[in-house]
């Protein structure tokens, strides 16, 4: 996976170290960090493109974010997409959740789903907290899944 910085820098590490760094290094400069994990997609043509996004909150100071894009032609229902963006962003949950856990970092799962019935989104939402929840994560929906319904969706639009 090729992931990169918000103002475009790839990262050349493995995401895993990437991310221990940034906690050791925002945590010596004395940041409480948060971590939000979220995936937004957009149907561009015949191309599907998802954006997946590990952001970083300094308690009270603002944040960074680390972003991942790909691209498929795979066609999917509204339900099937809102679950493959869940998907991805618990794989990368489940990657770096150790870490969380050895530097003492909330994390949460954000979902681009709308907790409101009327949107069609919703018809995924039961199913997706479910997924998140069953990993352990905590989880988000909107309007509180910032992840994913703004930074990963500045990404994809």
Not at 35 to 55: H, M, P, R
Request: hydrophobic share 40%; charged share 30%.
């Amino acid at each position: 996976m090729k992931w990169r910085k918000f103002n475009g820098e790839h990262i050349r590490i493995p995401i895993k170290d990437e991310v221990r760094t940034a906690i050791i290094r925002e945590t010596e400069k004395g940041f409480r960090l948060k971590v939000c994990i979220g995936t937004d997609s957009q149907v561009k043509g015949s191309d599907t493109e998802f954006a997946t996004v590990i952001v970083f909150l300094r308690e009270g100071h603002g944040g960074f974010m680390f972003i991942h894009n790909d691209k498929t032609k795979q066609k999917y229902s509204i339900k099937e997409r809102m679950l493959v963006e869940v998907a991805k962003s618990i794989e990368i949950a489940y990657e770096l959740c150790d870490l969380f856990t050895q530097y003492d970092v909330d994390m949460e799962v954000h979902a681009d789903i709308n907790t409101n019935p009327h949107f069609k989104s919703n018809e995924a939402l039961r199913e997706a907290m479910g997924y998140i929840l069953g990993m352990g994560f905590a989880f988000k929906a909107k309007p509180e899944a910032f992840a994913s319904s703004s930074c990963a969706n500045k990404i994809v639009n």
